[in-house]
T-cell receptor, first 111, second 114 residues
Framework: KQEVTQIPAALSVPEGENLVLNCSFT??????LQWFRQDPGKGLTSLLL?????REQTSGRLNASLDKSSGRSTLYIAASQPGDSATYLC??????????FGSGTRLLVRP | DGGITQSPKYLFRKEGQNVTLSCEQN?????MYWYRQDPGQGLRLIYY???????QKGDIAEGYSVSREKKESFPLTVTSAQKNPTAFYLC?????????????FGPGTRLTVT
């Protein structure tokens, strides 16, 4: 059964710092991996989706990488801003295309 | 604008009452999903549907029921049999049956049962 883990559970950094969020999964036979952002009390916003054949995807200051063989993905945020403060979730689909989520990393960027 | 709407945003009910949460999408997606989110536990799948008039139980379906009579709509009923219904409920949709698929989420409904 696929399990998804995110480390760290919480992270606090000063504004301007580059940071990396980690996501690991136990079954490397994935179709893709999706990174989401969630603000308190809100729904999920899709940030990046990496296909199984891709190594990375970029959107603005965000870069997500995927290493299927080691069961890992990282989300790199460059030049962090207070507006980046949120919970970041990663998820992979199972064989029925349902998403299996990690518990998230709660990020605080201090001004 | 294309997207997913959930209503109401906040819902309060007395214990023992059934309550129905609305989810509508105009993205022309075949698949729709209901998740429950509790603090510190991430998201857990309640029910999902990949086509009209068909749906499957997720990991925590007990005490919940759904219907999928229209492609755009996937309402969730929280019954009195659900032991701990207070939670944040999220609806999602996606293009079903492809590898190049992305799930899109609605804004959520926060249900409080007292």
């Amino acid at each position: 059964k696929q399990e998804v883990t995110q480390i760290p559970a919480a992270l606090s950094v000063p504004e301007g710092e580059n940071l990396v969020l980690n996501c690991s999964f136990t079954d490397s036979a994935i179709y893709n991996l999706q990174w989401f952002r969630q603000d308190p009390g809100k729904g999920l916003t899709s940030l990046l989706l990496i296909q199984s054949s891709q190594r990375e995807q970029t959107s603005g200051r965000l870069n997500a990488s995927l290493d299927k063989s080691s069961g890992r993905s990282t989300l790199y945020i460059a030049a962090s801003q207070p507006g980046d403060s949120a919970t970041y979730l990663c998820a992979v689909p199972d064989s029925s295309y349902k998403l299996i989520f990690g518990s998230g990393t709660r990020l605080l960027v201090r001004p | 604008d294309g997207g997913i709407t959930q209503s109401p945003k906040y819902l309060f009910r007395k214990e023992g009452q059934n309550v129905t949460l609305s989810c509508e999408q105009n993205l022309n997606h075949d698949a729709m999903y209901w998740y429950r989110q509790d603090p510190g536990q991430g998201l857990r799948l309640i029910y999902y549907s990949q086509i009209v008039n068909d749906f499957q139980k997720g990991d925590i379906a007990e005490g919940y029921s759904v219907s999928r009579e229209k492609k755009e709509s996937f309402p969730l009923t929280v019954t009195s049999a659900q032991k701990n219904p207070t939670a944040f409920y999220l609806c999602a949709s996606s293009i079903a049956g492809t590898e190049t698929y992305e799930q899109y989420f609605g804004p959520g409904t926060r249900l409080t049962v007292t």
